[in-house]
C-alpha cells in the first residue's frame, strides 16, 4: 500500500514547478505510505548531479569531505552540499559511472551513491513527504518532469536506502517508483547477482530498476523495456520509470494496483489515488485509470529535450 505519483510538463516554453507539484501529489498520498518519502525530479543541474547518502546518524562533515576529495579524482566538482544525509554534488563529467560509484562508496560502509544523472536528482526522507520540504525545499526546485513515493513497508527495513525512488545504478538518470510486490524478485535477484550486479537493499521494487537498465543496455527503448517487464516480472504491480526525456508507467498483468493518469494538452499526471490529482490542480481533469498489461510512455517535445540537453 504505497503511494506513487508522477508529472510531466508537454509543454516545450520552459521548466515547470516540478517540486512543487510532486510535494502536493504525495502529501495527498501520504497515509498510503507513512514510513518515508521521496523524489525523482529531472531539472537542469548545469553538469552532472550526483547525490549520495552520507550515513544515518553522527557528525557527517568529515565523511563529506572525504567523498568530496574522493570525486575530485575522476572529476572537477562545480558544487558540493551538504544536505540533512546527504551530500550533493555537481561534477562537469564523468567517464565510467560505476568506477566513479564504487570508489565514493569506498570511504565509508554507510556511503551510498543514490543517484547520478545529467538531469536526474533523487531524494529521500523517512517519515511524512513534510519531511523533503524541510531537508531539500523540494517546492523550490523546478524541472521538465518527476516521479515520487510513499512508502509503508510490508517486508524489508524501513531506512533511507530502503525507501524510494530508486535509481538503476551505472545507468544515467533512470529511476522507477513501485507499489506492489515482485513475486520472482529472489529468483531474478540471484539471476543478476550471479551476474556481479550488486543489489543495495532487500527491497523486491531495487530488482525493476536492474532489470530495466538491462533490456535498454540491450537497445530496448523505455517503452519495449516496459512492455517485456509485464511478462517477465511476476505479481501484483503498478510502476513508474523516468529517464532523462520520458515518463512511462506499466501495470501488471492482472491489473490488481491502481493507476490513475490525467492528461491535458500541457502535462501528464499521475497517482495511484485519484485524490492526488483533485488536491494538486485546480481544473477538472478527465481521468483514467489504465486496463491490465498496459504500458504508456510519454516523452518531452524537441524543445524541451534541447534545453535541457
Known amino acids: 500500500m504505497c503511494g506513487i505519483v508522477g508529472f510531466l510538463n508537454k509543454r516545450s516554453d520552459g521548466e515547470a514547478p516540478?517540486?512543487?507539484?510532486?510535494?502536493?501529489?504525495?502529501t495527498a498520498l501520504g497515509r498510503r505510505?507513512?514510513?518515508?518519502?521521496?523524489?525523482?525530479?529531472?531539472?537542469?543541474?548545469?553538469?552532472?548531479?550526483?547525490?549520495?547518502?552520507l550515513g544515518e546518524?553522527?557528525?557527517?562533515?568529515?565523511?563529506?569531505?572525504?567523498?568530496?576529495?574522493?570525486?575530485?579524482?575522476?572529476?572537477?566538482?562545480?558544487?558540493?552540499?551538504?544536505?540533512?544525509?546527504?551530500?550533493?554534488?555537481?561534477v562537469d563529467a564523468l567517464g565510467e559511472v560505476r568506477a566513479f560509484e564504487a570508489a565514493?562508496?569506498?570511504?565509508?560502509?554507510?556511503?551510498?551513491?543514490?543517484?547520478?544523472?545529467?538531469?536526474?536528482?533523487?531524494?529521500?526522507?523517512?517519515?511524512?513527504?513534510?519531511?523533503?520540504?524541510?531537508?531539500f525545499r523540494l517546492s523550490a526546485l523546478r524541472g521538465s518532469h518527476g516521479i515520487g513515493?510513499?512508502?509503508?513497508?510490508?517486508?524489508?527495513?524501513?531506512?533511507?536506502?530502503?525507501?524510494?525512488?530508486?535509481?538503476?545504478?551505472?545507468?544515467?538518470?533512470l529511476a522507477i517508483v513501485h507499489n506492489g510486490h515482485i513475486t520472482n524478485y529472489h529468483k531474478l535477484r540471484r539471476?543478476?547477482?550471479?551476474?556481479?550486479?550488486?543489489?543495495?537493499?532487500?527491497?523486491?521494487?531495487?530488482?525493476?530498476?536492474?532489470?530495466l537498465a538491462q533490456r535498454m543496455g540491450q537497445g530496448l527503448p523505455l517503452d519495449e523495456a516496459l512492455r517485456a517487464s509485464v511478462s517477465d516480472l511476476d505479481g501484483s504491480f503498478s510502476y513508474l520509470a523516468a529517464t532523462a526525456d520520458a515518463l512511462g508507467y506499466a501495470k501488471d498483468r492482472f491489473c490488481l494496483k491502481p493507476l490513475i493518469v490525467a492528461e491535458t494538452d500541457d502535462f501528464v499526471a499521475l497517482a495511484n489515488e485519484e485524490?492526488?490529482?483533485?488536491?494538486?490542480?485546480?481544473?477538472?481533469?478527465?481521468?483514467?485509470?489504465?486496463?491490465?498489461?498496459?504500458v504508456r510512455v510519454w516523452s518531452l517535445p524537441p524543445r524541451s529535450r534541447r534545453q535541457v540537453a
Open 191 to 211: 539471476r543478476y547477482a550471479q551476474r556481479g550486479t550488486r543489489f543495495y537493499t532487500e527491497n523486491d521494487s531495487e530488482v525493476i530498476g536492474v532489470y
Open 57 to 90: 546518524r553522527g557528525d557527517l562533515a568529515p565523511r563529506a569531505a572525504q567523498v568530496t576529495e574522493c570525486a575530485r579524482a575522476f572529476a572537477q566538482v562545480a558544487a558540493a552540499e551538504i544536505q540533512g544525509h546527504y551530500l550533493r554534488l555537481v
Open 104 to 135: 565514493l562508496e569506498t570511504v565509508h560502509p554507510e556511503v551510498e551513491v543514490v543517484s547520478v544523472g545529467r538531469r536526474l536528482e533523487i531524494m529521500k526522507e523517512l517519515g511524512p513527504p513534510a519531511n523533503l520540504e524541510t531537508t
Open 149 to 173: 513515493h510513499t512508502r509503508l513497508s510490508t517486508e524489508s527495513r524501513v531506512d533511507l536506502s530502503h525507501s524510494q525512488p530508486f535509481w538503476a545504478h551505472g545507468a544515467l538518470d
Open 33 to 53: 505510505g507513512p514510513d518515508s518519502a521521496g523524489a525523482a525530479l529531472y531539472g537542469d543541474p548545469q553538469g552532472f548531479a550526483v547525490r549520495v547518502k
Open 275 to 294: 485524490i492526488a490529482l483533485s488536491t494538486t490542480f485546480e481544473m477538472k481533469l478527465q481521468t483514467l485509470e489504465p486496463s491490465n498489461r498496459q
Open 18 to 26: 516540478i517540486g512543487k507539484i510532486l510535494l502536493s501529489l504525495l
